[in-house]
């Protein structure tokens, strides 16, 4: 890989760092690489929105190179909502151009007196006054940027209003709507003041170690996502062409993960955006299915259209079923810079808190009616100030909850809000969301598309019952591995690329012979490794749990009566993963058994 | 209803099953849009075989064996014939089958998603008029 630029934003300085060889072929890229890379910083007494906190953000091997879905970057530190390992990958252009000056990695650390944003231009950099743009929102802040520069081909992250604000579940958002939404690492670069970072680069000859075997495999690659009717779905309905088959199955969950149905679930979903308002689609770097959706609201204005997480926060999760406002609030949050899964959650809770009587019209200032989005319009507003009942609603649900005596009604793992696919529909989620490195998250394992169907025998990943119990923890395990594979590379889960097509395009881009075992075993590698750096930072076996209401059954609904197996399916995976049932920890003989030898002494000797 | 998949006869039954089952009729009294199966070589068929479906409002209005894609339906449904025996063995589920490229889907999307519940009664219908099926 290339090298890494380390900037130190209190003295304005950046020097390159060379990534250890046995690192790049141990882990790949991407996450795991940066879990590498961050293992002896990320402790347990690190303030997360300190100026010693990094924010690292990697390429992988793949980025860049027009292969199947790689045109991402991912950026990792610790999460001011978690205090845990915290990641969140972004697609957009922004990944590809970084590798294109040169760089395959900007490892931030330090505060800035004033706020700046970075211009790397190949291998020059400048620290630049944000003064003008801070203040901005994410779209506004991006033009602004482009125009001071005053280059074609520059492309800018950004955070917005709430990340300067610190919310906790600020984003950095690049390429208009592109989001690395999750775990707050928008407010860890406004701790920093750091506005954002343009990139250009000119060196787009990038380093595949046999390009000649490459090149037709990528083609092949491409050509086959593109053929596959799971990429067609994406390309015509967007990822929420799924809310319809997930509202069928019972995996979407309404009025705060309390309802299995709602009246006219089917006016907000990727089809109905499809025959109303949508009118294009747009893409990331190379990618072949573009799921991103362009809509018009009748008012003339092309609009980023909400994906599956952001209509089902704002629709079914508050009992809305006003596509017209879930756009809208979509984009307030996008421009505001805040995660539309821990913004729509927390709101959720709100909702939720003032119809059992714990918060009232006082505590919020206006009353809260599930169905009325006014309210949670208002809420988006306070939250991203930092005003009234936003401030204590920007800190997330958990703390939210919290403040009124109720955090056990807080739907959330470790200080992560739970996104949209509920484990009474499948049961796997339940083990994901319990389990993720970062908190409860869809995407370190997107199980649910395993519980749908999409299997892969030869990884170890088969079809189990929608509802089955601990049979299916190593199962989890492996998908999970798998995914942290995708990761590393970093690779868009949507696009259903076979391991076996991932597999020969890391041999030929890194120029290794690994066999599906080496290439599931970095997976592991990093899955492990991001576990101990949890450990480390105080994680146990008592953090892997799931919220109270995951644990109670849809009164309705195709998932009525059922609630998953949580213990039993965690001493399964405990086993499974080869981890110590008292205390949480990968095993010593694990953590040897992939070449984690520090880490093994580190925890037992 | 006795029928050998594939053939002739089942394309017919199948037909019948649909204009006389009542959940069926229920379940797809909205859907709109006729399907045809192109059945790929594999096993004992040894060309591509075309099955056409008319399907109106919960009934069929054609069931027959076509000639090629004479007619240009809303769906085409295409895959070998193992992946069509295993659906209708219940091997695999249409969902699963469309996920793991085992069975591909030409057709409007927006329709075919939100249509998922008489996709897989369409599926019901198919499996239980099958008797026998050719190895």
């Known amino acids: 890989m290339q090298p890494i630029l380390k900037i130190d934003l209190t003295a304005h300085t950046a020097s390159e760092y060379r990534i250890p060889a046995n690192w790049e072929r141990e882990f790949l890229g991407g996450a795991s690489l940066a879990a590498r890379l961050l293992y002896t910083d990320l402790r347990s007494d690190l303030d997360p929105l300190s100026p010693g906190s990094p924010l690292l953000f990697l390429v992988g091997p793949l980025t860049g190179t027009a292969g199947p879905t790689v045109g991402r970057f991912v950026v990792c530190g610790k999460s001011p909502a978690t205090g845990l390992w915290a990641e969140s990958n972004c697609g957009g252009f922004w990944g590809p151009e970084l590798r294109f000056t040169g760089y395959d990695g900007l490892w931030i650390t330090g505060k800035s007196e004033q706020p700046v944003y970075l211009w790397l231009e190949d291998g020059r950099l400048e620290f630049r006054s944000a003064e003008n743009v801070w203040g901005l929102d994410t779209y506004q802040s991006q033009e602004t940027i482009k125009k001071q520069i005053g280059e074609l081909g520059v492309h800018v992250l950004t955070i917005g209003p709430a990340g300067e604000k610190q919310v906790l579940f600020a984003g950095l958002f690049c390429d208009h709507g592109r989001t690395a939404g999750r775990t707050g690492l928008g407010a860890v670069a406004g701790s920093k003041n750091l506005k954002g970072v343009a990139v250009r680069g000119s060196k787009k000859d990038l380093p595949l170690a046999r390009s000649e075997l490459y090149a037709p495999r990528r083609s092949e690659a491409n050509r086959a996502v593109k053929a596959d009717n799971f990429g067609d779905v994406l390309h015509a309905l967007g990822t929420s062409g799924v809310a319809d088959y997930a509202d069928y199955l019972g995996t979407m969950p309404k009025k705060y993960f309390h309802r299995g149905t709602m009246e006219g679930v089917d006016q907000v979903s990727g089809s109905t955006m499809a025959e109303t308002i949508l009118k294009g689609v747009s893409t990331c770097h190379a990618c072949v299915i573009a799921c991103g959706r362009v809509v018009d609201l009748g008012d003339g204005v092309r609009r980023k259209g909400p994906e599956y997480e952001t209509i089902v926060g704002f629709g079914p999760n508050l009992m809305n079923t006003d596509l017209i406002s879930i756009v809208r609030l979509g984009e307030l949050c996008d421009r505001y810079g805040m995660d539309t899964i821990s913004t729509s959650n927390t709101i959720g809770l709100a909702y939720h808190l003032y119809e059992l009587g714990i918060l009232t019209e006082k505590d919020v200032g206006f009353p809260l009616v599930w169905g009325d989005v006014q309210g949670a319009e208002r809420l988006v507003h306070l939250i991203a100030r930092r005003e009234g009942i936003g401030d204590r609603l920007a800190n997330g649900c958990r703390r939210f909850g919290a403040d009124f005596g109720a955090e056990e009604e807080a739907v959330q793992v470790n200080g992560l809000e739970v996104p949209y696919h509920d484990p009474r529909g499948v049961s796997g989620m339940a083990l994901v969301y319990a389990t993720s490195p970062r908190g409860a998250c869809h995407n370190k394992s997107d199980y649910f598309f395993v519980d749908w169907g999409q299997v892969a025998p030869n990884l170890g990943i088969a079809l189990f019952d929608k509802q089955a119990g601990a049979e299916k923890s190593a199962n989890v395990a492996h998908h999970q591995d798998w995914r942290c594979v995708a990761d590393s590379l970093v690779m868009c889960l949507l696009s259903n690329v076979p391991a076996e097509t991932a597999l020969e395009l890391v041999n030929a881009v890194c120029g290794l012979d690994w066999g599906m075992e080496e290439m599931m075993r970095s997976g592991e590698r990093g899955w492990n490794l991001k576990r101990a750096i949890n450990n480390r930072m105080g994680l146990t076996r008592s953090n892997d749990r799931l919220p109270k209401a995951l644990l109670e059954p849809f009164p309705d609904g195709p998932g009525v009566g059922f609630v998953p197996d949580i213990d039993g399916m965690l001493a399964a995976y405990y086993s499974a993963r080869g981890w110590d049932p008292v205390t949480g920890r990968p095993t010593r003989a694990k953590l040897l058994s992939l070449s984690l030898e520090d880490v093994a002494e580190e925890f037992w000797g | ?135």
């Open chain 2, 1 to 135: 209803m006795a029928s050998t998949f594939p053939s002739p006869e089942w394309v017919k039954d199948f037909g019948q099953k649909l204009n006389s089952d009542p959940h069926y009729a229920q379940i797809a009294k909205k859907w709109e849009g006729d399907i045809t199966f192109a059945i790929e070589p594999s096993g004992p068929v040894k060309e591509t075989k075309y099955y056409y479906f008319d399907l109106w409002h919960g009934t069929c209005r054609r069931a027959e064996v076509m000639n090629g894609l004479s007619i240009k339906s809303a769906f085409v449904l295409t895959a070998p014939y193992e992946n069509f025996v295993k659906i209708l063995k219940g091997e695999i589920e249409p969902m699963t089958a469309m996920l793991t490229r085992k069975l591909s889907v030409q057709g409007n999307m927006a329709v075919m998603m939100r249509s998922i519940p008489v996709v897989l009664d369409f599926v019901r219908c198919a499996r239980e008029i099958t008797t026998e099926i050719l190895t």
